[in-house]
């Protein structure tokens, strides 16, 4: 499960302000703020606009700086960060989903979408289901 190279307007904008403009924006890195969250639709990426998950027990799960690997050094032109263990979501209690997209936030709900990445192939969620991503498979590139 891979993401598309998806980052959000909202983080390429704040991202530009922190290293260009002294942090106008009032952009601050998220740390252990960051949360992993399925999407059942995505109608535009760049604007981070999802039709979230909403099956029985569903919550984003939050992921602390240390869950995370980065790899990539200056002089590679691929910057890449892994996820170190497995991102698990509670068991579905009855409501049917089918996943299409992964997306990275900043906050339990609402706040901002930062990446959206579409799933190598759909997984359709039923009563008793467990979504879990294993270590190593959600990757967020920077190019």
């Not at 890195?29 to 981070?48: C, K, N, Q, R």
């Not at 939050?62 to 698990?88: H, M, Y």
């Amino acid at each position: 499960m891979a993401t598309a190279n998806a980052a959000t307007n909202y983080l390429e904008r704040r991202l530009l302000h922190f290293i260009f403009k002294n942090n106008s924006l009032s952009f601050s890195s998220p740390g252990d703020s960051i949360y992993v969250g399925l999407a059942t639709a995505v109608s535009a990426a760049e604007t981070g606009s999802v039709t979230e998950a909403n099956f029985t027990n569903y919550a984003r799960q939050q992921v602390a700086a240390s869950g995370w690997t980065t790899i990539g050094a200056d002089s590679t032109d691929t910057q890449t960060a892994v996820n170190a263990a497995n991102i698990e979501f509670p068991a579905s209690g009855g409501t049917n989903n089918t996943i299409t997209h992964v997306f990275i936030a900043d906050a339990s709900s609402s706040g901002n979408i930062l990446f959206v990445g579409a799933l190598d192939a759909s997984k359709a969620i039923a009563s008793g289901d467990i979504f879990r991503i294993n270590a190593g498979n959600l990757t967020i590139e920077l190019k």
